[in-house]
């Protein structure tokens, strides 16, 4: 199992950026797919971004493509997702997420509690 606490997370102005980190617990880390996703209210949850086990690979939604980037230093057993070019629409609760896959399909996710991120226009 792994352990997930997200944080960077606050109001910044449209235009602006902010970065998020997850720190996870254990020691395998690098076993793991990460990624993020967001939930704003009223909505469903969607597909942010995620990264492969290495960091080799990383893949976007649509809508933050060219905006965000995800990163991942598996020393530290951390992944980030710097955010920049922020809308009002990205105003969600951002979560990390573990899978044992890189297409993040398996039946082993682990989810962090999530943090808020605001985007005042």
């Known amino acids: 199992q792994v352990q997930l606490v997200e944080s960077g997370g606050g109001l910044v102005q449209a235009g602006g950026s902010l970065r998020l980190s997850c720190a996870a617990s254990?020691?395998?880390?690098?076993?793991?797919?990460m990624g993020w996703f967001r939930q704003a209210p009223g909505k469903e949850r969607e597909f942010v971004a995620r990264i492969s086990r290495g960091g080799r690979y990383t893949y976007y939604a649509g809508s933050v493509k060219g905006r965000f980037t995800i990163s991942r230093d598996n020393a530290k057993n951390t992944v980030y997702l710097q955010m920049n070019s922020l809308k009002p629409e990205d105003t969600a609760v951002y979560y990390c997420?573990?899978?044992?896959?890189?297409?993040?399909?398996?039946?082993?996710?682990?989810w962090g509690q999530g943090t808020q991120v605001t985007v005042s226009s």
């Open positions: 997420a573990a899978d044992l896959s890189d297409t993040f399909d398996s039946d082993s996710r682990y």
């Open positions: 254990g020691r395998t880390f690098s076993s793991y797919a």
